[in-house]
């Protein structure tokens, strides 16, 4: 298996969520957070996984897929 370069969630996330013209506050609210727990988010490369479901769900794209693409398995 060949991984190619893990993908930066949370600057992704921050780009989905300003590429669907919405924002910080609305989504914080989506999830219940604050908008500092979600700036925090999106300076992670990294987040919980319960966390990335429920973003994906409130911003219908899959962010898992993210990760999957960056792996590329050999024959």
Same mark, same amino acid.
């Given at each position: #298996?060949? !991984?190619?370069?893990?993908?930066? !969630?949370?600057? +992704? +996330?921050?780009?989905?969520?300003?590429? *669907?013209?919405?924002?910080?506050?609305?989504? $914080? $609210?989506?999830?219940?957070?604050?908008?500092? /727990?979600?700036? /925090?988010?999106?300076?992670k490369s990294d987040i919980n996984?319960? #966390?990335?479901? *429920? +973003?994906?769900?409130?911003? /219908?794209?899959?962010?898992?897929?993210?990760?999957s693409n960056c792996l590329q398995?050999?024959k």
């Amino acid at each position: #298996m060949e !991984i190619k370069e893990k993908p930066f !969630i949370g600057k +992704i +996330i921050k780009g989905k969520l300003k590429e *669907q013209g919405r924002t910080v506050t609305w989504l $914080a $609210a989506r999830l219940s957070c604050t908008r500092e /727990n979600l700036y /925090n988010v999106f300076s992670k490369s990294d987040i919980n996984t319960q #966390m990335l479901f *429920q +973003i994906s769900k409130e911003l /219908n794209y899959d962010f898992f897929k993210e990760f999957s693409n960056c792996l590329q398995l050999k024959k």
